[in-house]
Structures are given as structure tokens and as C-alpha cells.
Nanobody, 123 residues
């Protein structure tokens, strides 16, 4: 219950694109806020993009104009379309969901997490 499963990670050259997907229970795709986070061994988990229950989207400055968060409520999937990838985007990416609002970028707000999917960008 509450399980989120990410997919779509992989290795790509700088400038390339990837689309991450996050599948989960139907109820999370209406009424929940969801987000994408990333983490490396050297850094704390950071918010990449968020989408509110009303569809409002939020992005970290570092990915604005390159990443797009969206969700398909009919398919119960959250997406993160990533383009113009840079080596500094290399990280393990996680999707997360929370019933109530709060600061989209604060990982402490989120109740449910996936296991993560690795994205590696080479120069």
C-alpha cells in the first residue's frame, strides 16, 4: 500500500534526454502532491520538481527550462521529462507523494517514496 515504483533511468551523454516514470496507487494521482527528488552520495536529497494536487508545477532553479513534471491521472503515472542533461544531473532520482501540501522541495513533507532510479550523464 502506498508503493511508488520509478523507471526510466539510465546512462546518457550530455545534452541528451530521458523520461522518468513513477507508477503508484490510483488515489495518489488526485488529491496528493507529488514530486521528484534526487540524491548523490555527496549531497542531501534535493527537490527537483513538484506538482500540486491542483496541477501547479514547481521546479528547482537548476532544472528550469530543461525538466518538465507531469502526471497522467488515467494511467496513475507521474513523469519527469528531462532534456539538455548535464553531468551534474547525475543522481538517483526518487518520486514521492504526500496527502497534504507544504513546501514541495522539502523531502520531510513527503509520506511515500519509491526506491529510486539511477540517472548517469557523461560528458
Amino acid at each position: 500500500q502506498g508503493q511508488l515504483v520509478e523507471s526510466g533511468g539510465g546512462s546518457v551523454q550530455a545534452g541528451g534526454s530521458l523520461r522518468l516514470s513513477c507508477a503508484g496507487p490510483r488515489y495518489m494521482y488526485s488529491g496528493y502532491s507529488m514530486g521528484w527528488f534526487r540524491q548523490t552520495p555527496e549531497k542531501e536529497r534535493e527537490g527537483v520538481a513538484g506538482i500540486g494536487s491542483d496541477g501547479t508545477t514547481y521546479y528547482a532553479d537548476s532544472v528550469k527550462g530543461r525538466f518538465t513534471i507531469s502526471k497522467d491521472n488515467a494511467k496513475n503515472i507521474l513523469y519527469l521529462q528531462m532534456s539538455g542533461l548535464k553531468p551534474e544531473d547525475t543522481a538517483k532520482y526518487y518520486c514521492a507523494a504526500v496527502r497534504s501540501g507544504g513546501r514541495w522541495y522539502d523531502n520531510r513533507n513527503y509520506q511515500y517514496w519509491g526506491q529510486g532510479t539511477q540517472v548517469t550523464v557523461s560528458s
